[in-house]
């Protein structure tokens, strides 16, 4: 899902309390995670939106674009260029490396599967089931 940051940010124009004037304001990003504030000063509602959740304290979409990029065997470098040339928020390739080391290769032992080919495939069912484990539900794959 590619989402425009002034659509996003048109469901956050008003107070959804008060119904007056309350315009949200981006908090954070972290990769393709994204934050947004709202602080109501007519009311004083408060509310924070987060566009992803988190497995500890890694956000499910970075550790997901990681996954799929080293799964389906294609290269980083390239991937992660074609979302930053469009201004997708997006992980860099030092992000990428470090979810590779830290994540997605010790989840595969090396004497599991015959060969690396297998290793992708044996890598994306177990991220799929990991997920499913977490309650993140995948509708596209
Ligand atoms: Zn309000």
């Known amino acids: 899902m590619l989402v425009f940051m002034s659509s996003l940010m048109s469901l956050f124009t008003h107070c959804p309390m008060c119904k007056e004037n309350s315009p949200g304001r981006l908090r954070r990003t972290m990769g393709t995670f994204v934050e947004i504030d709202q602080n109501c000063k007519h009311c004083g509602f408060q509310r924070s939106w ?3 959740p988190f497995i500890d304290k ?3 979409g970075n550790l ?3 996954a799929g990029i080293l799964f389906a065997g294609t290269s980083p470098t390239k ?3 074609v979302l930053k040339s469009i201004n997708c928020y997006t992980i860099t390739t030092r992000t990428f490396l470090n979810h ?3 994540f ?3 989840a595969i032992k090396n004497n599991e599967v015959p060969s690396s080919v297998h290793m992708e495939k044996e890598g994306l069912v177990r991220c799929v089931q990991f997920l499913e484990s977490e309650n993140l539900v995948m509708k596209t794959l």
Do not use: G, Y
Request: hydrophobic residues 35%; charged residues 15%.
């Open 100 to 102: 590779q080391k830290k």
């Open 104 to 106: 997605l290769q010790p």
């Open 58 to 60: 890694t956000p499910a």
């Open 64 to 66: 997901l674009l990681s």
């Open 79 to 81: 991937v992660l260029r």
């Open 50 to 52: 987060q566009n992803q």
